[in-house]
């Protein structure tokens, strides 16, 4: 399932205004009502809770106006509660220069199955030595615990029996939300993310079941997000703003630029393409001046290819998947980019390109029922409307 069914948003959205309403004709306002999770403090200043674990001091907010220069810090961010009253922690690296500079921040694991973002991410960290660096480079590297220990993609969520639901549609969360990926959203955005940070990336790669190339999404009519992602020797830029509820969306309605990489596939380590990555975050660090330097490969290097819209082409029947096409093939309109076979090995389906461009997705498993995604195609023309969303 590519996202959640919009009947369920428009339910869920449904009971909070009746909530809120109800409240307000009661004469409650909603702090009073939903007392048991403080509210968002005007101010965040690094609060330590007194826990230590495995040597990590647990913090439940942070400034990093407040940790030493010139060193690395470890912590563990104290999210949200579990059922049985324990915490999901996050794991937090903060990098800060001996002198000050721009903050620039970095998050992976806002789904819990594409650990190709972690490793990105834990490389650049052990790249940087804080006593060089003018400004804070913060890494958060597990934010949706919970999917992670299972190596999916979704939070489950003991709401109505266990349901799964996709933190990357809760930013910028709420901390007295109605569930509690929502609240670990709120917490982590409110009191680690915005009021740290300058510039930001979201890491990703693609899914369970469909692969992703390696490229970057994000609005380039946005300066600093068009400075940032070309600053990456990549071959793909899918330029467009997507859809709310997404972390690089909330960072940017708080003015902070962000974009999101893509890094292949899910559930294992690409080490041919993580040092891409690794180097355009590094180009960076250089470029604001964060770390000494020059900048190396750039997209334009890459000879970068930057499509407006990502079109998907969708399965129609039951079957076993035959691809005729690799990723980063280029495709033009007609072209047979598939076929799929029922059972008894007879060909039930042909499936061509809608367009012009460039394979940016692609399904991994060779099975598939009608309606899922069999690949996007990156393209500078299409339309889409209607259609399911790419799931970064
Ligand atoms: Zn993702």
């Keep these: 399932m590519l996202k959640e069914p919009p009947t369920i948003c428009g339910r869920r959205n449904f009971m909070q205004s009746l909530l809120i309403t109800m409240f307000a004709l009661a004469g409650i306002g909603m702090a009073q009502a ?63 220069g001996a002198k000050p500079g721009k903050r620039i921040t970095l998050t992976s694991g806002v789904h819990g199955d594409e650990m190709s973002s972690v490793h990105t991410v834990q490389t650049v960290m052990n790249r940087l030595n804080a006593a060089e660096m003018s400004g804070t480079v913060m890494a958060v590297l597990d934010i949706a615990r919970p999917a992670m220990e299972s190596m999916q993609r979704r939070w489950p969520s003991s709401g109505r ?34 009021s740290n940070t300058d510039l930001a990336i979201d890491f990703h790669t693609g899914t369970t079941g ?52 893509e890094i292949g596939a899910a559930r294992r380590l690409d080490l041919d393409m993580i040092p891409i990555f690794v180097e355009g975050t590094m180009n960076v660090f250089k470029h604001y001046g964060v770390v000494p330097g020059v900048v190396g490969r750039t997209a ?24 005729f096409v690799k990723m980063n093939d280029k495709v033009t309109p007609g072209q047979k980019v598939a076929i ?9 389906a042909e499936y061509t390109s809608p367009v012009d461009g460039l394979i940016g997705s692609l399904r991994s498993d060779a099975t598939s029922e009608p309606g899922n995604v069999l690949m996007f195609i990156l393209a500078i023309d299409a339309t889409v409307s209607g259609a399911p969303p790419y799931v970064e």
């Design 210 to 261: 469909l692969d992703a190339s390696a490229f970057h999404i994000g609005d380039m009519s946005i300066p600093d997000v068009k400075t940032m992602m070309m600053l990456y020797p990549i071959g793909a830029i899918w330029d467009n703003p997507v859809y709310p509820g997404v972390l690089h969306n909330a960072y940017i309605d708080a003015g902070i630029p962000c974009f999101t990489p």
């Design 34 to 96: 939903q007392n048991s999770a403080p509210g968002t403090p005007a101010k965040i200043s690094t609060v330590y809770t007194g826990d230590v674990i495995n040597g990590k001091k647990v913090v439940s907010s942070l400034n990093t106006s407040d940790l030493e220069p010139g060193k690395k810090h470890l912590l563990y961010f104290q999210g949200v509660q579990m059922s049985t009253g324990q915490y999901w922690y996050v794991s937090v690296i903060v990098a800060k």
């Design 340 to 348: 799929q076979r029922n059972a008894f090995g007879e060909v039930v």
């Design 161 to 194: 029996g266990l349901e799964l639901i996709d933190m990357n549609r809760e930013w910028p969360g709420n901390e007295n939300g109605f569930s509690a990926v929502s609240r670990q959203a709120g917490l982590v955005f409110n009191r680690l993310l915005k």
């Design 300 to 323: 334009v290097d890459a000879n970068v290819y930057i499509g407006k819209n990502a079109f998907p082409v969708l399965i129609t029947q039951g079957g076993f998947i035959e691809l």
